[in-house]
C-alpha cells in the first residue's frame, strides 16, 4: 500500500516537472490576432492624432481666400448731400430789381420771371411750364395757400417740373392792414402747407397788392424768407376774361424792361397766350433768364 502511493506521487511530480520545462507557445492565429489588434490600436490612435491637427497649409489657403473675398466684396459709397447752387444775384431792397452779386463775372443782362395767385388750373399751368422749358426758363410761382390747400397736386406739379414756389398769403388779404397774429397766420400756413405737400419751405415771400409793413417784413425774416415786390408789371390783372389782349401784356413788359426787371405775372388765360412771344422777344434782346435759386436770400 505504502509502495503504490509512494509510486504514484513519483509520477506526478515528473510530469508537473516537465510540463514547467516545457511552457506553451502561443499559437500563428494568436499572434495574428494580437498583431491586429495592436495595429488597429495604434492606427486608430494615429488617426485621431492626424484628424484633429490642423493642416498649416490649408488655413493659409483659407486665410487667403476670406481676404480675396472681402477685398472683392464692393463697400457702399457715402452718398453726397446736393450742393447748393452758387449764389450770383441779389436784390435791391429799394427797386426790387434783381443785380448781379459780382457784374464782372456774372451776365447782367437777366430778368426774374414771377406769376402770383396760383395754383389755379392744370391744363394752363401744364402749358405755362411747358413754354417755360422750351425757352429753358426757371421763375417763381407765388402761391395761396388756399388755392394750394384746394388742389395740391398743381403745387406738386410746379415743384416736380423744377420751378421755384414762393410764398404769397393765404388768403390774398392785404397783410399791412391786419396785426400781428393775423400776419402770422397768413404767413406761417402757407409755410406749413407747401412743406407739407413738397417737402420743403418757400424761400420768397412777395405780399398781395404789393402792400406789407414792418410785422410783414418781421415775420418774413423770422421765416428765413426774402421780401419782395417788383419792378416790372405785366398788368395783366387789369384784364378779364371778356376784355384781354395777350400782345398788350408783352408790350406792357417790354415798355418797362431793363436789366434786372423782376417781372410781375399771373396765372391768367391771356398771359399763358403771351408768354412763349414774350420770352422769345426777351431772348432777341439778348436778355436771360435768372435761376431763383442764385439769389441771394439776404438783401
Same mark, same amino acid.
Given at each position: ?41 495604434? +492606427? ?168 406789407? +409793413? ?86
Amino acid at each position: 500500500m505504502n509502495k503504490k502511493l509512494l509510486w504514484g506521487l513519483t509520477a506526478f511530480l515528473l510530469l508537473t516537472a516537465s510540463a514547467c520545462q516545457n511552457p506553451a507557445k502561443p499559437t500563428d492565429a494568436s499572434k495574428s490576432t494580437a498583431a491586429g489588434s495592436t495595429g488597429s490600436a495604434t +492606427g486608430t490612435a494615429n488617426g485621431n492624432t492626424q484628424q484633429n491637427k490642423p493642416d498649416a497649409g490649408t488655413t493659409t489657403q483659407q486665410q487667403e481666400n476670406t481676404a480675396k473675398s472681402a477685398e472683392a466684396t464692393p463697400q457702399p459709397i457715402p452718398t453726397a448731400a446736393p450742393e447748393a447752387a452758387p449764389k450770383k444775384y441779389k436784390l435791391n431792397p429799394k427797386s426790387y430789381d434783381i443785380q448781379p452779386i459780382d457784374p464782372s463775372v456774372t451776365e447782367k443782362k437777366m430778368v426774374l420771371l414771377t406769376f402770383d395767385d396760383g395754383p389755379k388750373d392744370k391744363d394752363m399751368l401744364d402749358s405755362m411750364l411747358n413754354t417755360l422749358d422750351k425757352h429753358h426758363a426757371k421763375a417763381i410761382f407765388f402761391v395761396n395757400g388756399y388755392r394750394v390747400k384746394q388742389k395740391p397736386e398743381l403745387l406738386k406739379l410746379i415743384h416736380d417740373r423744377g420751378q421755384t414756389i414762393g410764398n404769397h398769403s393765404w388768403d390774398h388779404i392785404d397783410l399791412k392792414k391786419e396785426g400781428q397774429e393775423k400776419v402770422n397766420q397768413q404767413i406761417g400756413d402757407v409755410q406749413t402747407i407747401v412743406k407739407d405737400v413738397i417737402g420743403e419751405v418757400p424761400r420768397f415771400f412777395r405780399p398781395p397788392f404789393g402792400s406789407g +409793413g414792418d410785422l410783414v417784413k418781421a415775420k418774413v425774416k423770422e421765416e428765413n424768407m426774402l421780401f419782395m415786390t417788383w419792378s416790372n408789371g405785366s398788368k395783366d390783372w387789369e384784364m378779364s376774361n371778356k376784355s384781354n389782349n395777350p400782345d398788350q401784356v408783352v408790350a406792357n413788359v417790354l415798355e418797362q424792361l431793363r436789366p434786372g426787371s423782376n417781372i410781375l405775372m399771373h396765372e391768367l388765360p391771356w398771359t399763358d397766350k403771351a408768354l412763349d412771344k414774350l420770352l422769345t422777344e426777351l431772348e432777341q434782346k439778348q436778355y436771360g433768364f435768372v435761376d431763383p435759386s442764385t439769389i441771394e436770400l439776404t438783401p
